[in-house]
C-alpha cells in the first residue's frame, strides 16, 4: 500500500504519458531489425525524459519543504534563543522595543 500512499499523497510522479508507452510494450510483433533498432532508441530517450519530469517534479515538492523547513528553524531559534544571547541582552532588547514603541505612540497621538 505504500507506492498507493506516496502516489496520492503527490510524493511520486502518477500522471505520466511515458508510463502509458511501458504499457504497450508488450504487444507481440513481428521481428524487424529496423523497429528494434527504432524501438530501442526511443527507450533511451522516454528513460531521459521520465527522469527530466522526476527531477522537476522532486524539485516542485522541495521547495515548499524547504519554507516549511525553514520556518520550523526560525520557531526553534525564536524558543531557544537563550541558548545563543545571554538572558539580560534579551531582556535589555526588548526594553529597547518597548521604548521605541511608546515613543512612536507618542507621535502619533
Known amino acids: 500500500w505504500t507506492k498507493a500512499y506516496r502516489k496520492l499523497a503527490g510524493k511520486e510522479l502518477a500522471e505520466d504519458k511515458t508510463f ?3 504499457r504497450r510494450r508488450n504487444r507481440p510483433e513481428k521481428y524487424n531489425r529496423e523497429t528494434v533498432k527504432k524501438t530501442l532508441k526511443a527507450i533511451g530517450k522516454i528513460t531521459e525524459i521520465r527522469a ?4 522537476r517534479h522532486y524539485e516542485r515538492r522541495m521547495v515548499k519543504a524547504k519554507a516549511q523547513e525553514k520556518k520550523a528553524a526560525k520557531v526553534q531559534l525564536e524558543k531557544e534563543i537563550h541558548l545563543i544571547k545571554a538572558p539580560a541582552k534579551i531582556a535589555e532588547e526588548k526594553e529597547k522595543l518597548r ?3 511608546e515613543q512612536a505612540d507618542m507621535m502619533q497621538q
Open 52 to 55: 527530466k519530469r522526476q527531477e
Open 20 to 22: 502509458e508507452l511501458e
Open 99 to 101: 521604548v521605541r514603541v
